[in-house]
Structures are given as structure tokens and as C-alpha cells.
């Protein structure tokens, strides 16, 4: 078979690309983070109770519920595992989309490992999951922790195209599901893989403590982007409570939570929230109006409205699979917010944007189950 006449012309960057590639894997290999446990990181982990990934509710609505859940998040796991592809001459290490170090590219490859890594490891009550089919999941998953570790700049490695990632803006939302994946696989990762993880979450947790929450009431909310910092510190003092830091992740995040949708009403609350300090101590920003809309894009924007609660509502899932009470910032105005979202409803639950929307999408019932 002939190569068409634009075939040639992509053989010096595929071959450019394979280089990169493997000069970033030498150059993880000679600075060999992962190589020692010095500090006893790995120690500081714990992980998570088999009773949260076997739960066995009596409600029959709820296992119901459960299961009508786990088989949506089959469904798209299974699209999402056909598409991750291994790394040019390196099928150690998986990577979905583009072999780029940005949001199009590290975002869907952190979120394809914590999805897989859920099914591997949960079991949905009443269904019978097979095993080969646990064990496909798992392999998969642990390739992609393994390209997005040394890849992370904590791996001294480097995505395809030569450049890491992490430390960037939205890079914490990627840590953390690439973090939740590497807490379900745990006891599933070998101790260089185990540290690797437990390194990237560290590194995004650590920006916030002493980052202060952003602030963004016109064209450009910034509630979206504290609820996805809260998240990477949530799931860090949950995921390593005996980190000498976990307290100060605690804190970020707490705070990062209750200055997601945050109002000009909060700076006079006295209302106690958590650790018995009043919500106008918590709060320093305004990010949504008085009415609760939110601005993004220059628009009354209705998606950063859900996914801010949707974000804000997941910081919850990490203390619970903790054994630990979520904090009330969690829900800090999320049944205001909610109760907008009513009205901008359509009759399929749809969001109704009533400004218009950059996205050019108008219905998005894939999103809307979270």
C-alpha cells in the first residue's frame, strides 16, 4: 500500500513525537523520583475501606438507584477504554485524545483512569461484574496513572509532544481524577507507581494553602475554579490524613468551598459554619450575584451555575469514603443554587439557557445525572 501524499509530510512529527517521548522517559528514568520513599509518603495514605467499594444497601430504591448509576458509568467507560491508546513504543503507558500537555488532552486521559479505576475496583449491590472484565479495566487504568505520573511535573518526564503538565490552570482538577483513580487502585499499584500518585496530588494540593480564593463577579466568574481547587485539597487530607499537611489542605479546602458561590451577604454572616468560625471569617471573594447566577464568557451562564454545584457536591464523596462527616461549606448556598436550576429547566431536566450559550449545545442529558 502507497502512502498518500500527505502521509509523508506527518512522518517527521510522529517520529519527533516517539523521540520526545522517549528522551522525557530517560530523563524520568536518571532523576528517578519514585525511586526512594524518603519522607515515608506512601505511609501517609489510607486506603480506602472495602465496605465503600462493596456497599450493601437494604432500600430497594437505593439499590435501584446505585445500580441504574454504575450501569451509565459503564456504558461510558466502556467508550472511554476504547479509546486510550498506548504510547508510541511504550505500551507500559496509555494516554486518550492528543498527546498534548493541556486541558483537551490531560483532562479526558485523568478522568478515563479515575473512571476505569472505579469499575475495576467497585461492586454495584445485586450485579455480578466479571472478572476479565475487572481486570481489562484495572490494566488499562493503571497504564494511564503511569503515563500521567511521569508526565506530571513531579515525574521529571514529560507528555508526548515534550512538555509536562501540572502546575498550570485547571491542572488540580485533572490531579484529582487522576488521584481518585490511583486511591481505588491502591493495593493494586506497585510502591514506585503508589509514591507517584501520592507525589502528583501532594504537589496540586500544596498550591492552595497559601494561594487565596479568586474573585469574579462580571463576565468572568471564578466560582467554577475555587470548587475544583476545593477538590484536589479535599481529596488530599482525606486520601493522605497522615500527611504533616492534611490539616492545612482541610483548611483550603473549606475555604475554596464556601468561596465558590460566594454573595455580598456572606461578608456580613455571623452564621457558624465549620470549625466553629462564622461564614463572613470563611468568605473573601463574590462570585455570584445577589439572585445566584454566575457570569462566565460574558454570558448569565446556567453551565458554570451546575457545574459548580455538581463540582462542590463531588468534594463530599472524599470524606464519606473517608468515614467522615462532609463539611457544610460543601453545601454552602448549593439550595439556592439548586432551586434556581429548577427554573432553568426544561420538562427533560435540560438546562434552559436563557442567555445563550458559547458552547453551542443545548442539551446535555450525558452531564445532567451528576
Known amino acids: 500500500m502507497s502512502l498518500s501524499r500527505k502521509e509523508p509530510t506527518m512522518l517527521p512529527r510522529i517520529c519527533a513525537q516517539r523521540l520526545l517521548f522517549a528522551m522525557a522517559l530517560a530523563i524520568a528514568a536518571s532523576v528517578a523520583p519514585a525511586a526512594t520513599d524518603s519522607d515515608g509518603l506512601r505511609a501517609t495514605v489510607k486506603p480506602i475501606a472495602p ?57 479526558p ?36 496513572l503511569r503515563y500521567l505520573t511521569a508526565s506530571h511535573v513531579t515525574g521529571g518526564g514529560a507528555c508526548v509532544n515534550g512538555q509536562p503538565w501540572g502546575n498550570q490552570w485547571q491542572s488540580a482538577m485533572w ?44 463576565d468572568n466568574t471564578a466560582a467554577e475554579e475555587n470548587a475544583w481547587n476545593a477538590q484536589i485539597t479535599s481529596l488530599a487530607c482525606h ?28 461578608a456580613a454572616d455571623n452564621t457558624r459554619g465549620d470549625w466553629g468560625r462564622p461564614v463572613k471569617q470563611w468568605v473573601t471573594t463574590v462570585n455570584a450575584h445577589d439572585d445566584f447566577t454566575v457570569e462566565n464568557h460574558g454570558l448569565v451562564h ?5 457545574n459548580t454545584a455538581s463540582q462542590l457536591q463531588e468534594t463530599m464523596v472524599h470524606p464519606l469514603m473517608a468515614g467522615r462527616e462532609p463539611p457544610a461549606a460543601a453545601m454552602h448556598h448549593i439550595r439556592d443554587v439548586f432551586e434556581l436550576l429548577i427554573d432553568c429547566m426544561g420538562w427533560d431536566a435540560g438546562p434552559v439557557y436563557f442567555s445563550g450559550t458559547d458552547w453551542k449545545i443545548y442539551h446535555e442529558q450525558t452531564s445532567e445525572v451528576v
Not at 493522605?240 to 490539616?247: L, V
Open 175 to 218: 490531579a484529582r481524577a487522576a488521584g481518585m483513580g490511583g486511591w481505588f487502585l491502591w493495593d493494586h499499584l506497585d510502591g514506585e507507581l503508589q509514591l507517584a500518585v501520592a507525589r502528583l496530588v501532594e504537589f496540586e494540593a500544596d498550591r492552595f494553602p497559601r494561594q487565596p480564593p479568586r474573585t469574579g463577579l462580571r
Open 51 to 107: 465496605d465503600v467499594l462493596a456497599p450493601n444497601p437494604s432500600d430497594p430504591a437505593s439499590i435501584e438507584l446505585i445500580g441504574k448509576y454504575y450501569d451509565s458509568i459503564r456504558q461510558w467507560g466502556e467508550i472511554v477504554a476504547a479509546r486510550v491508546q498506548p504510547v508510541p513504543e511504550h505500551p507500559e503507558a496509555s494516554y486518550l485524545g492528543k498527546p498534548r500537555n493541556v486541558e483537551d488532552d490531560v483532562r
Open 109 to 144: 486521559t485523568c478522568y478515563a483512569a479515575m473512571i476505569l479505576g472505579f469499575l475495576s475496583e467497585y461492586q454495584p449491590p445485586g450485579v455480578d461484574v466479571d472478572q476479565a472484565d475487572r481486570q481489562r479495566w484495572r490494566e488499562s487504568a493503571v497504564r494511564l
Open 239 to 266: 486520601m493522605m490524613p497522615f500527611h504533616p499537611r492534611a490539616k492545612a489542605w482541610e483548611e483550603a479546602a473549606i475555604r475554596y468551598m464556601y468561596n465558590s458561590f460566594s454573595v455580598s451577604a456572606d
Open 302 to 306: 446556567v453551565g458554570y451555575l451546575k
